[in-house]
């Protein structure tokens, strides 16, 4: 029976940490947003306007992804990788 409700628990518990986005961009032009899923040093970026999400992603410092991702999406006005957000400073180096 306790196998019963922890698997019960684990399945609905799931889906919650599934959907949770460990790293998000806000962009400045939500022109250069993508319309479809894009991968990005195998983080699965969607975005909904200005808003970004993405899950998973390469092992790689916070600043270098935030240059991948302006280098397609644009420029950004917030950034987080992995549960690590950017600085002003960082931000304006990573648009440069």
Do not use: H
């Amino acid at each position: 029976m306790r196998a019963l409700i922890v698997a019960a628990t684990l399945l609905v518990a799931a889906p919650a940490f599934a959907q949770s986005a460990a790293s998000s961009a806000t962009l400045v032009d939500a022109s250069r947003a993508p319309a479809a899923r894009t991968i990005i040093d195998g983080a699965n970026w969607r975005c909904e306007g200005t808003s970004c999400t993405a899950n998973g992603g390469a092992n790689q410092t916070a600043t270098r992804a935030c240059r991948r991702v302006v280098a397609r999406f644009g420029a950004v006005s917030a950034f987080t990788y992995k549960g690590v957000a950017l600085s002003a400073e960082e931000l304006t180096a990573c648009n440069a």
